[in-house]
Nanobody
Framework: QVQLVESGGGLVQAGGSLRLSCVVR????????MSWFRQAPGKEREFVAG????????YYGDSVKGRFIISRDNAKNLIELQMNSLKPEDTAVYYC?????????????????WGQGTPVTVSS
């Protein structure tokens, strides 16, 4: 059974930082592109950041470029998201996702597996 388990969410003041982690069980992430998505109340789920198999290529949503950094450790079956300079508009539930497809990495439909999400609240 495949499980993606996120952790690290919480409440933080604007300008602060958080580091999210996603531990994957039941598959080897070296065979998967990995990403983070988020969903704010009343909004659609959106792409935040993605990383290719070896970690060489990384992609970011426009709203988080220069503030967030995605990383992966294939040996530990782990991906992380370092979030800096947080803003109230970053408030959302953050989801880890895995895809073994070759399509557009920012497209939700590409993803085979999803975690349950970890909530992030940024206060002003």
């Amino acid at each position: 059974q495949v499980q993606l388990v996120e952790s690290g969410g919480g409440l933080v003041q604007a300008g602060g930082s958080l580091r999210l982690s996603c531990v994957v069980r039941g598959l080897s992430i070296k065979d998967y592109r990995m990403s983070w998505f988020r969903q704010a109340p009343g909004k659609e789920r959106e792409f935040v950041a993605g990383v290719e198999y070896s970690g060489t290529y990384r992609y970011y949503g426009d709203s988080v470029k220069g503030r967030f950094i995605i990383s992966r450790d294939n040996a530990k079956n782990l991906i992380e998201l370092q979030m800096n300079s947080l803003k109230p508009e970053d408030t959302a539930v953050y989801y880890c996702a895995a895809t073994n497809g070759w399509g557009y990495i920012k497209s939700l439909s590409q993803y085979n597996y999803w975690g349950q999400g970890t909530p992030v609240t940024v206060s002003s």
